[in-house]
């Protein structure tokens, strides 16, 4: 599967925004949201990978670069609805 890297570049990013800002805070505060935000988890590192592939980077260092841009929107997540929970955010 050979992806453009300005397409592949693109929905990374808007991935990274979109889901870790708005959708996974959003998940979290619903029952069996984590879940949801499991299931998601793996289809990004899978997605990220096949966006990877075509770098021409060996297969552990492609599953590495996966498994963390897949990983950052939870993160960004958690963060988020922490500080949502805590009040930061006013």
Known sequence: MN????ISGSVTI?????LGI?????????RGGALMV????IVLTVLFNLFDNPAGL????SGVLA??????????????KYAQDKGLSH
Do not use: C, E
Request: net charge positive; hydrophobic share 60%; no cysteine.
């Open 14 to 18: 808007l991935l990274l925004i979109a």
């Open 38 to 41: 499991g299931a998601s988890t």
């Open 67 to 80: 498994v963390a841009l897949a990983l950052l929107p939870l993160i960004t997540g958690l963060l988020v």
């Open 58 to 61: 060996d297969t552990a260092t």
């Open 22 to 30: 708005f959708i996974y805070p959003w998940l979290l505060r619903r």
């Open 3 to 6: 992806i453009p890297v300005n």
